[in-house]
């Protein structure tokens, strides 16, 4: 089930916002026109992304700088090993909804 949690104009390029969305805290991006939607916590020690720096595509992680690719979830850079969920995303009627990370991702 996909679920309304901000609207288009929340979030301009080069911006994330996050949100509570199925349980859990979710940090939404916008790639150069594109939304993208991940787990909010970094998969090394819990740390807020969105307290982190957005910039080329990737969320640095404010404790320990591990970088992520949004597009992917996928860590660049130690210390972090493991990818962030990702969850699907689309918009509707000005609207950013979000759906829930695949069953694989738990
Ligand atoms: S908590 Fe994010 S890199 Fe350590």
């Known amino acids: 089930m996909m679920v309304e949690v901000a609207k288009v104009h929340d979030i301009p390029p080069g911006e ?3 949100v509570h969305a199925h349980g859990a805290w979710i940090v939404i991006v916008n790639l150069d026109g594109q939304y993208y939607a991940l ?3 970094c ?3 819990d740390a807020s992304l969105f307290k982190g720096t957005f910039k080329d595509g990737c969320i640095r992680c404010p404790l ?6 949004v597009r992917t979830g996928k ?4 210390p972090a090993e493991e990818p962030l969920k990702i969850y ?3 918009t509707l009627n000005g609207m950013i909804l979000i759906g829930q990370a695949p069953a694989r991702y738990f």
């Open 88 to 90: 699907p995303v689309r």
């Open 39 to 41: 787990s909010d916590t």
């Open 75 to 78: 860590p660049l850079e130690e």
């Open 64 to 69: 320990h700088g591990s970088r992520f690719d």
């Open 43 to 45: 998969t090394h020690e």
């Open 16 to 18: 994330m916002l996050r």
